[in-house]
């Protein structure tokens, strides 16, 4: 848990300030409100917002982009996909005024300072987490070596990183499906990695997670405790990750 219990409201209010296409099938959604700057967000993390369904509310899971608390802002790239259920549907309708409430942000995956190197590999989704984590990382230590890989279906899906941050390269699916993605996963094995201990950091869909923590253990010898993983959507499960105990 990453806020300080005591302090936080478990609801907070929010209001749309801004939505914009990053990509055609990414959008991204910044959104004010009074507790915002008070939010305590390590790269990575994640939070619940309360979109509109059709029974009331839907709790969704997203990460957070962008924290800057000198302007109460808070940002999130969410994708479109085609299932669409209420968190895709939010994103694509939501305006500027739109009110929303958040939870306070959690923390899956950590950075782990002491890697001699940092590996980092994911879909769309997981790119949001992901590279919020190798932004922080060039701030924090500019010259520690990161290698990586994300996946889109195709170029034009590439989500674009936070300005001044050396980029990492995409490989593209196509019409493939992204659920235990064969193109990722050669992606990953085929990695240059360093020598030394290193640290990788995977998200995305929930299989292709579990399959790419064993090519990096099994093959490229990484040891159970480096390879910090994130599943974030599953086909067939509605909501993915919003339930108590995540
Ligand atoms: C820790 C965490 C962090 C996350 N961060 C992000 C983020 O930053 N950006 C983001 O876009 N999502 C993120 N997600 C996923 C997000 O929570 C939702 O699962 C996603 O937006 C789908 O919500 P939905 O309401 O549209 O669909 P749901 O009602 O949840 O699901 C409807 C159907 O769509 C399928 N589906 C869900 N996602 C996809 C997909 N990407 N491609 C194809 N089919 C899919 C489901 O399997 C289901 O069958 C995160 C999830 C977790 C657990």
Redesign the pocket.
């Known amino acids: 848990m990453t806020y300080p219990r005591r302090t936080l409201r478990p609801n907070l209010p929010a209001r749309v300030r801004e939505v914009r296409d990053v990509t055609g099938s ?1 959008r991204e959604i910044d959104l004010v409100g009074p507790d915002v700057p008070r939010l305590r967000v390590r790269p990575g993390a ?1 939070l619940v917002v309360r ?1 509109p369904a059709d029974d009331g509310e ?1 709790r ?4 957070v ?1 962008r924290h800057d608390p000198a302007s109460s802002l808070l940002s ?4 479109l ?11 694509r309708k939501t305006e500027p005024g739109d009110r929303v409430t958040l939870e306070p942000p959690r923390t ?1 995956i950590t950075l782990d300072d002491s890697a001699a190197f940092h590996v980092f590999a994911g ?4 790119a ?2 992901l590279l919020a984590m190798r932004a922080a990382l060039h701030r924090s230590a500019p010259g520690r070596p990161v290698i990586g890989v994300f996946e889109s279906a195709s170029e034009s899906d590439e989500m674009p990183g936070l300005p001044g941050v050396p980029a990492l390269p995409w490989v593209h699916r196509g019409r493939a499906s ?1 659920v235990a993605s064969r193109v990722l996963l050669r992606a990953v094995a085929a990695l240059d990695l360093p020598a030394g201990s290193g640290a990788a950091y995977l ?1 995305g ?1 929930s299989e292709t997670c579990r399959l790419l923590q064993r090519v990096l253990i099994e093959q490229r010898g990484f040891s159970r405790r480096s390879v910090h993983t ?13 339930g108590t105990d ?1």
Do not use: N
């Not at 996909?81 to 994103?91: K, M, N, S, V, Y």
């Not at 994130?230 to 919003?242: D, E, L, N, V």
């Open positions: 990414m994640h979109v839907a969704r899971v997203y990460s982009w999130l790239r969410i994708a996909h085609d299932a669409g259920g209420p968190g895709c549907a939010w994103a899956k879909d769309e989704t997981g949001v987490p992204a998200a869909e994130q599943p974030q959507w599953q086909p067939g499960r509605p909501g993915f990750g919003a995540d």
